[in-house]
């Protein structure tokens, strides 16, 4: 990487968070629902769109600001954002320059908006795809409170973002978790939405498929794909990770390689332990965001909303006795 800066922080031992890669996957090898698919395939129409008139039409010339396209993936973990990304990158052969924000920011600490300025700046030097992975935090709105430290180098990092975003001539990608609740200022910027959503049964049946060399993986014959997508409800990166430990369930057994196959029962095991892991990360995700008293405002709300709960019961529960005593009175009245 020519940047000196990036150089540096992608130098630093294995954890990368800024790394440029050469994309290889193509959108051939992801399955989507039928409305993410023509989204992507008008995101990537308005690219190629894009290119003909700011370059061969020559509007970049006369147009400085505002030339870049920017992109939101929002979806679950393991929908395939990043493949996406990737297989982007690649129908427009370009590099894709991929951030992990979510990392680069708790390793920027007091330093992210001069590193945002040098990445968006290694992204033009090498004409990539900038891909902002895990942006969840930049999809929290500026914020408007007390300033700390931490909120006011949040305000800044997304006023940088936003210059750099306006003055970049190229394609930025942000994924999330988190369908909406990005900054107005940002929202504007962004040409297109794509949502990614959990694949159904036909989708996981096909995911399955894809994710086994078709000649190479050896399968017994009792392995039913469509009855594994019926039987989990998985992503694709679930499934992903199912098959690898299949995988390593078939290899592990005892024999001679030659007669190693993966069985159902190895594509079953390995679909159930997965499941469970994300059932204990969810679960541990919930009480992480249960016990946080981290920002007040939210802390606040949170109180607010127990509390109106509550009145709402009490009233519920009260209205409740006064109906049960005028019956009794009735009763009484009538007998
Ligand atoms: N729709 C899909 N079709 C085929 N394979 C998929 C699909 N979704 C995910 N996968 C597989 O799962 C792996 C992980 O997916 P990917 O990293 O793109 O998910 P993601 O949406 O970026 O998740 P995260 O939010 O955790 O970053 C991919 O490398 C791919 O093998
Ligand atoms: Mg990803």
Redesign the pocket.
């Known amino acids: 990487m020519s940047n000196p800066l990036i150089s540096f922080l992608t130098g630093l031992g294995s954890r990368r968070v800024v790394e440029t890669v050469l994309p290889r996957?193509t959108l051939e090898?992801?399955?989507?629902p039928p409305q993410t698919r023509r989204t992507l395939e008008q995101a990537l129409a308005q690219v190629r769109n894009h290119a003909l008139i700011f370059g061969r039409w020559g509007l970049g010339e006369r147009h400085t600001a505002g030339r870049g396209l920017v992109f939101s993936?929002a979806?679950?973990?393991?929908?395939?954002?990043?493949?996406?990304a990737e297989a982007i990158a690649h129908a427009l052969g370009l590099k894709l320059l991929i951030v992990n924000y979510a990392e680069a920011e708790s390793m920027w600490v007091g330093q992210t908006p001069k590193n945002i300025v040098a990445t968006f700046q290694a992204a033009a030097e090498q004409n990539a795809v900038l891909f902002f992975?895990?942006a969840d935090a930049i999809a929290t709105r500026r914020s408007a409170g007390a300033p700390t430290p931490h909120s006011r180098e949040m305000n800044l990092t997304v006023n940088v973002l936003l210059r750099e975003l306006e003055s970049f001539n190229g394609i930025v990608i942000f994924?999330t978790?988190l369908a909406a609740n990005f900054d107005p200022a940002f929202e504007r910027r962004i040409r297109t939405h794509v949502l990614?959503e959990m694949?159904g049964v036909e989708?996981r049946a096909r995911?399955w498929e894809?994710?086994i060399h078709p000649k190479k993986t050896p399968l017994a014959p009792d392995v039913d794909f469509r009855r594994l997508a019926e039987r989990y409800e998985l992503?694709?990166?679930d499934?992903?990770n199912a098959v690898i430990k299949a995988a390593s369930g078939a290899a592990a057994e005892p024999g001679a390689d030659l007669g190693k196959r993966i069985h159902q029962r190895h594509f079953e095991s390995a679909a159930e332990a997965v499941r469970s892991a994300r059932g204990i990360m969810q679960q541990s995700l919930f009480t992480e965001e249960e016990g946080a008293a981290s920002d007040p405002v939210s802390a606040w709300l949170k109180m607010q909303a127990r509390w109106q709960t509550t009145i709402l019961v009490a009233i519920g529960l009260s209205g409740a006795a006064l109906v049960a005593a005028l019956v009794a009175v009735a009763l009484v009245i009538l007998h």
């Open positions: 996957r090898e992801v399955v989507l993936f979806g679950p973990p393991g929908t395939g954002k990043t493949v996406c992975d895990e994924a978790n990614f694949p989708e995911i894809l994710q992503s694709g990166g499934i992903k």
